[in-house]
């Protein structure tokens, strides 16, 4: 990876290039970054170096910045700014007079679109998943829901500890009631009482 400083050491054709230079013809070529870190320095790749090299020729050959961009960028995608005018003539039968219309075509095709939109909705599909799980939205909602089958499960053990609790106090009554009819006479020995 090369700063702007290490790729006008790498160019071929350092004469006529400086800094200023070099960082104007990154731009107007479209040529980009493989990496930018925390202090904002761009680094280069080797791509980098030979497409630098490369337009630095066509433009002594004269060739203005859209055809070295298109050039350079051969084979990668370059992002549409505007839409292309191209002049057409329109052929008319010899008894109308010939007519000089413009026609515009845009190098967007639907097909086109519908990737781009396809690309994007994907990404932001992702990225919400990803959100998703990384927040643990749900973990609230479900130990939510784990507590309250907790609690009702509680509930009903409650009510049957309270009935049985009842049941034992009525025996216990009844119970107290058939031990008062008893007299202890000594140790063990008792007579119950008419």
Do not use: C
């Amino acid at each position: 990876m090369y700063t702007k400083e290490q790729l006008l050491e790498k160019l071929k054709n350092t004469k006529s290039a400086n800094l200023d230079k070099i960082s104007t013809f990154l731009k107007l070529w479209r040529i980009d970054s493989i990496y930018e870190d925390e202090k904002n320095i761009e680094y280069y790749d080797d791509l980098a170096v030979y497409k630098l090299n490369r337009g630095l020729k066509l433009k002594e050959l004269g060739k203005n910045n859209e055809e070295i961009s298109s050039i350079v960028n051969n084979g990668t995608i370059v992002p549409v700014t505007s839409p292309v005018v191209q002049k057409a003539q329109i052929q008319t039968k010899p008894n109308h007079p010939i007519v000089d219309l413009n026609k515009v075509t845009v190098d967007i095709t639907t097909q086109t679109l519908s990737l781009l939109a396809e690309s994007v909705a994907k990404k932001i599909t992702n990225e919400i998943a990803d959100k998703i799980k990384q927040s643990n939205v749900f973990e609230p909602i479900i130990d939510a829901a784990k507590i309250k089958r907790d609690n009702e499960i509680l509930a009903s053990q409650v009510e049957t500890l309270l009935e049985e609790n009842k049941k034992l106090i009525t025996r216990n009554i009844l119970l107290q009631g058939e031990n008062a009819k008893f007299k202890h006479v000594f140790g063990n020995f008792y007579t119950r009482e008419q």
